[in-house]
């Protein structure tokens, strides 16, 4: 049996889609309901972010589904 859990999106990936969205740090974290401290880390990539969490923040913003996946 192979564990096929998804990977934690990078931190640059987080920060795109957060600009993609038009939001501060504090306005995406409280989309999610994270603190603002927990984005800034994720951000500067010193704490992974549940990949869950990403697909969560992207469903809320219209970021999703993600490229390859729109067309399956």
Known sequence: M???KP???TPAA???ARLAAGLT???AAQTVRASLRGWQQWEAGDR???PGLFEL???KTGQWPL?????N
């Not at 490229?67 to 067309?71: C, L, Q, R, V």
């Open 2 to 4: 192979t564990d096929s």
């Open 7 to 9: 990977p934690s999106p």
């Open 14 to 16: 987080i920060r795109e």
């Open 25 to 27: 740090q504090t306005e």
């Open 48 to 50: 992974a972010m549940p």
């Open 57 to 59: 923040f992207m469903l």
């Open 67 to 71: 490229g390859d996946e729109a067309e």
